[in-house]
């Protein structure tokens, strides 16, 4: 779905962002990628959005494309909700489909599907400003989901919520990837979310951001965020990043 | 809540009570020159008088003709060029120097410019209410443009939006909040240059009308119109507030 090969990009030809970045995500498969701040996490996922310009002479495919800007194969989520105020919810989650020409009656029942899959149904005429930072949150999953776009991008996006409504959230989150079989590429700065919702965890080092670490996630699905409290190899997995990522920093400061 | 609201309003009936009954005592008995301040009997004698004279409404409707008028061209002018300022930066910054020398001129001293080129009729009025909805209009519409939210702009450029959908979806319906306070602003700011513009020198008009009764030293008439226009102010600006809270209600 994604295949990146020795990338390395510099916005002002003088400080380098990302160097040697190299990693395929399979079909179906949620990829973690986990680093401090500033080491180019946003930046990898604009990269594939299309979002920042790919370097000439570097490799990064996205189902043997180039990525481009507005691809429909491509479905991005924010770090915040970004409702637009004025929609109801209704219009929100089907703001993607719109904008992408799905026909408005066919777009307002696919949303409607979605609120639904989300524990919103009721909710369709609310306006954001009426919801709760964690109802806005299913919104915008919602509309990330309505779309059938084989790989999603999700930049930290459940980093503003508190820590009852994230776990909710993330065990939402997995079961509409458990769903829809998509291919996920998550950025996240919670090692924890990133254990408990990848396949693969990958550890970026400070800048310029490069993989330090590929750590496959030995834990079955379905999972429950609950449920991986008491797993030991969570836990373990856990341990190890926290490895990897301290490693990272000493590296970095050496 | 309610009896909160009672002594507010008795408080304030008291205090105009106090203040009229004071200034009318004061115009009788020869303490204030009822000449120079009139008196608040004679305001009303005038107000009721001028109810009734035609003039008053064919002065009032070319006042309010000219207003709506210099708020919609300034208005759609300001918005039009906002658009183009903020598609093409660069013309923008040409533009710079000469739209802010523009808008620090006092705009009231181009008036005898305008009464030369447009003449005494309505045109001038226009022209000078024209004139300060425009620049106001045109801050208003390129801040809101520019502080639309950046997300919404990601969110929709990963969607592969059109420049048309981009436009109407997101950056001008995200923009109407800070554009309608400026139209708020320019409305009122129309009112007072057509008003103004019509003092210094014009055929009809309210403020034509002020100026004469002022001139003829009839202070009680003067009045009168001051309160006509204070009172088609507060119109104004309850029908934008009541337009706002009808167009913004998502807010």
Known sequence: MIDIQKLSLSFDGINTVLSGIDFQLQPREFVAVAGPSGCGKTTLLNLCAGLVDLPSGHHL??????PQLGSHDVAYMLARDSLFPWLTALDNAAFGLKVRGVPVEQA??????????????????????ALSQGMRQRVALARTFAMPSPLLLMDEPFGALDAQTKLQLQDLLM????????????????????????DRVIIMSSRPGCIIADVAVPLERPRSIRALQTNDAFHHTYAQVWRYLEQGWTQHEG | MRAEKLVILVKHAVFVTVALGLWEWGARTGVIDQSFVGSPLGIVAFTFKNFFNTRMWVDMGCTMFSVVVSFVLGSAAAISAGLVFVTWPKFEAFCEPYVSALNVLPRIALVPLFILWF???????????????????????IAGMRGVNQDHVTLTRTLGASSR???????LTGAVPVLFSGLRLGLIYAFLGVVGAEVIASERGLGQQLSYLASTFDIDGVWSLLFDLSLIGVVIMKLMNWLERRLLSWQ
């Open chain 1, 108 to 129: 307002h029942a696919r949303a409607a599907e979605m609120l639904q899959r989300v524990g919103l149904s009721g909710f369709e005429k609310a306006l954001p400003k």
């Open chain 2, 119 to 141: 003449g005494l009729g309505v045109g001038s009025k226009i022209a000078m209410g024209f004139s300060l909805t425009f620049f106001i209009v045109l801050s208003s519409t």
């Open chain 1, 175 to 198: 079961q509409l990837c458990q769903e829809s079989e998509r291919s996920v590429l998550f950025v996240t700065h919670d090692l924890a979310e990133a254990v408990a919702l990848a």
């Open chain 1, 61 to 66: 495919r996205l189902a043997n494309a180039v």
């Open chain 2, 165 to 171: 959908q981009m436009f109407f979806w997101v950056t």
